[in-house]
């Protein structure tokens, strides 16, 4: 695949994802070598660690990484978006219906576990980084080599690494969601700062009028985005 196959690939993917995201989750927020991803100096978490605070930015930064395309997920704000979530009603499970008996079921029977999601975050980072450190020489995940955090992470998604006390899956599954969720969501909720990814995918945001491009079948939409506070990229 060249080049220009794979920015058109990369941002194909990215507008898909704006219909794949959750809605109840976003409106539940509070309003190669050793990666060495940056954290940011203006926020200070609420619910993780400092040491979960890096793993979370090492994970968001293989799950959408910077390229030639745009920002990824660490440079517009993703953790932090997470870390509010947790104190929300997604991180809490708050509507959620979380009594037993837990088993295993069909996907339509909806989640099964008595842990919420702040504390599938907790214990999946804590085993995942035991694992790193038990396999690795003592390295956790976020000073590991880029190749191996994503060899690490297709396990997790697979099903072929999993933990003793918190599904793997289930935490992969939290991680990817939240991390596709705040680099597409209003920047409102933490992430998808100066709107980022939606300048990059050409996503208008929260204009309120559109009538004068109703009929211009095929031409690109020029004006830049807007948030939901009325800020425009």
Sequence with gaps: MNS????????DFLRTMIALVPSLSIAACAPLSV??????????????TREE???????????????ENGPGAVELGVPEFIDREM????????????QGPF??????FGYQSPLTPRAVYRAGIAALDAHCRRTFGNNSFSELPAATQDSLL???EKGALDFENVSGTAFFGFLLQNTKEGYLADPIHGGNKNMGSWKMIGFPGARSDFLDWVDKHGVRYP?????VAGKKG
Aim: charge should be positive; proline fraction near 8%.
């Design 4 to 11: 220009s196959e794979k920015s058109s690939s990369r941002r």
């Design 35 to 48: 990666v060495k991803t940056p954290l940011s100096q203006a926020y200070s978490p609420r619910y993780f």
């Design 53 to 67: 605070w890096t793993f979370l930015h090492a994970a968001c930064g293989r799950l959408i990484p910077a390229d």
């Design 87 to 98: 104190d929300g009603a997604f991180g809490h499970a708050a509507n959620w219906y979380m």
């Design 103 to 108: 088993a295993s079921a069909l996907p339509e």
């Design 154 to 156: 297709t396990e997790l």
């Design 223 to 227: 004006l830049s985005p807007v948030s």
